[in-house]
């Protein structure tokens, strides 16, 4: 965990000057030891540098791991895809079952 945290202090500028970079290799270091906190901090990272082919993969693969969160943020990227039907419904499926885990944010 303390791969993961070490991620979001620099991922969010804590007592540290925000260093997405550095936040994103604690993250994939954490991932690589088994960790789906690190998978999910990958994800946020390349959600929020609008690289959203690398965060559905992150957030899929979290997802797969029976992740709330990654299912919640999977959803979030589907939905912003406004002309595939077919995303749209994956994204209602992944809300349902992220919510009947209970997710209910």
Same mark, same amino acid.
């Given at each position: ?9 620099? &991922? ?5 000057? +925000? @260093?997405?970079?550095?936040?994103? $290799?604690? %993250?994939?270091? /954490? ?24 965060? &559905? ?5 979290? +997802? @797969?791991?029976?992740?709330?969160? $990654?299912? %919640?943020?999977? /959803? ?30």
């Amino acid at each position: 965990m303390s791969l993961v945290y070490l991620g979001y202090i620099y &991922e969010v500028g804590l007592s540290v000057e +925000s @260093d997405l970079s550095t936040a994103e $290799s604690y %993250y994939r270091r /954490a991932y690589e030891g088994g960790s789906i906190g690190g998978l999910f901090g990958l994800g946020s990272i390349y959600l929020r540098l609008q690289n959203y082919p690398e965060a &559905e993969k992150m957030f899929l693969l979290g +997802s @797969d791991k029976q992740d709330m969160r $990654s299912m %919640y943020w999977l /959803a979030r990227v589907y939905l912003k895809d406004h002309n595939n039907v077919e995303k749209q419904q994956k994204a209602i499926r992944l809300l349902e079952r992220s919510y009947s885990m209970g997710h209910i944010l």
